[in-house]
């Protein structure tokens, strides 16, 4: 892996993949949801969107997406909390398209009047889809119940009301605040070397100078004692998030507790599946998994059950916490879960667009890329004491929150259900 940072604060990171014939550009910024205001809640996806949109080589929506696909490439767009990523993936002799292509769409986007009312509806439709999708919505109402009336408890694709009132002036502002040269990273992996991928940045990426405007407002801690966040719905299914407070990425436990989720609910031989879906047949889906971010974190159990079973549902789940809250787990069944996150990783690096977002993501947020090899070294390290204390310390009974969506009303039956 090799970086670069150009005189204006620009970063590459590049990773040589020499037995792949393909390669991604990932452009990654430091430009998420974290960064909104109450009034600008959305901003950050929709302007995601509107870079697509046309810019001054290629003009339309339809210029970006014929360059792509007439070299038979893939791209696409994500908005998380803390950072926005834009990346094609296509054969590496064809990489001079990916920047290019890139370069228009994130330097000179027209922001079209016409076309952001076009966008309007299919970001409104969007929405809609995931209101209409409970497995979905259930877990940005379980980071409400978290985090409350702030960023970090905020949907990602926004308000209606933003959604129909943003103008060409707030994507204007927004960007430019943002979208700064020392607030981006280029991150390229596949099979193009070092020197020819910065060359081609450099060739193609002629950002305005300047430094971030803003940082996203530090996280508060949320006053609220609720603790069950309930969204009546008639629904054939229903869709529980159980879980706790967890730890930010850098903490000193991150990994044991990434090993603790894969004991707990990472596949289908861990306690939660057998439990709660082979043992009991309570739920569809059942699995437990870690949300990491910079200053903050959670440790949750999603599940898909019988709305008339969810109750005993959640009591499994609950359970569950309990019996392994403070346990040495036996020798075997760490190991499995340690060599289970490592096989995992590999198999994901397979994958050049995988590779560039580790080591993309790891230089935006912590200025440093993060290696295969440190992370397994990290895992390995990982201790049956070590997963003990860490279980003792974020299974704690008072902390313990529910989301739920379903044909529910009473609040009350769940916090009862909230034992551990």
Known sequence: MQKEVFKNGLRVVTKKLANTQSVTVLILAGAGSRYETKKLNGISHFLEHMFFKGAKKYKTAKDVSGAIDGVGGDF????GKEYVGYYVKLAAKHVDTAMDVLSDMLVHSRFDTHEIDKERGVIMEEYNMYQDTPMYQVGWDFEKLMYG?????????????????????????????????????????????????????????KFESGKKAYSYAALEPNPSLERVYLQHKKTEQAHVVVGFPGYPEEHKDHYAEKVLAVILGGNMSSRMFLAVREAKGLAYYVQTSTDDYLDTGIISTRAGVDTKRAPLAVEAICAEYKKIRGEKVPAAELKKAKEYLKGKLILRLEDSEEYAHLIGKTELLHCKMETPEHIMEEIDKVTASDIARVSEDLFRPDRLRLAAIGPYEKKEEFEELLKI
């Open 149 to 205: 009336d702030q960023p970090m408890g905020w949907d990602q694709v926004g308000t209606k009301e933003l959604i129909n009132t943003v103008t060409r002036e707030d994507f204007t502002a927004y960007k430019k605040a943002l979208y700064t040269p020392e607030n981006i990273v280029i991150s390229v992996a596949g099979n193009v070397s070092h020197e020819d991928a910065c060359g081609l940045v450099k060739k193609y990426f």
């Open 76 to 79: 696409n767009a994500f908005t």
